[in-house]
Structures are given as C-alpha cells and as structure tokens.
C-alpha cells in the first residue's frame, strides 16, 4: 500500500522527490502518513478534500480482501 500512495502522489505533485511516506500500526489499523512539500499540499487535498477522499477510497478498495483497515493522514 505504501507503493501505491507513493506511486499516485508522486503523479499529482510538482516536487516528485520530496514525496516520504511512512507506515505504521496502531491497534487494527495501518496507518499511512503522507508528507509533500509544502506547495504541494493542496494538490494532494485537492478541492473540497476531493483528491484526498479518491486516494483513500481506492486504499479502501485495495486493502478489501484483508481484515486491516488502512488509513491516510495527509502531513505538512
């Protein structure tokens, strides 16, 4: 999962190389922190938080089959 946040966020930002992501688990969930530059971070939001809700729809979508839940927390 990690790949694929790294691999949609790189696409939509300007500052590919600045793209860290970070995992980590926390009671039933893995958790997936998401860090841009900060010019960036609208563009990972995106307008109304319409960017970030795709992304973590299609987390949700992918982690289906597994009992984890996945979660995105976006960082400045």
């Known amino acids: 999962m990690k790949e694929l946040v790294k691999y949609i966020a790189q696409r939509l930002v ?3 190389d600045k793209v860290d ?3 980590r688990e926390q009671d039933q969930a893995l958790i997936i922190k998401l860090r841009v530059a900060k010019e960036d ?3 990972i939001i995106g307008k109304q938080g319409r960017t970030a809700k795709a992304i973590r729809t299609i987390l949700n979508t992918a982690s289906a089959k597994g009992q984890q ?5 976006i960082a400045e």
């Open 41 to 43: 971070v609208g563009k």
């Open 69 to 73: 839940k996945i979660l995105l927390e």
């Open 14 to 16: 300007d500052n590919p």
């Open 21 to 23: 992501i970070s995992e």
